[in-house]
Nanobody, 126 residues
């Protein structure tokens, strides 16, 4: 069993930055590929970014490329999402997720993930 706990959300102005953290605990926690997803009110849960277990490859949604950076520190069992140049449309609940799947398709879709955190709210005002 894997437990995920997000932190770092908050309310900011457009153009500001936030860094989300996801602490991973459980068996072989550093061996999981990790992803960030977000869900705005009334919308589906969308892919934001993913990173392989060794940090060797990263994937981003087009809407966040160049603004968001995913990283991980396996020594701390923590995955990060650095969000810069935030926009009002980035407002959502952000979820951390873990998967043992390795295919790039599965890393970029919510169906590919078995474990989820509770989410952290990010609100960006104009």
């Amino acid at each position: 069993q894997v437990h995920l706990a997000e932190s770092g959300g908050g309310s900011v102005q457009a153009g500001d930055s936030l860094r989300l953290s996801c602490r991973v605990s459980g068996r072989s926690s550093s061996s999981y590929n990790m992803g960030w997803f977000r869900q705005a009110p009334g919308k589906e849960r969308d892919f934001v970014a993913a990173i392989r277990w060794n940090g060797g490859s990263t994937y981003y949604a087009d809407s966040v490329k160049g603004r968001f950076t995913i990283s991980r520190d396996n020594a701390k069992n923590t995955v990060y999402l650095q969000m810069n140049s935030l926009k009002p449309e980035d407002t959502a609940v952000y979820y951390c997720a873990a998967t043992g799947n390795s295919g790039s398709y599965y890393l970029t879709t919510s169906r590919g993930y078995a474990y989820w955190g509770q989410g952290t709210q990010v609100t960006v005002s104009s």
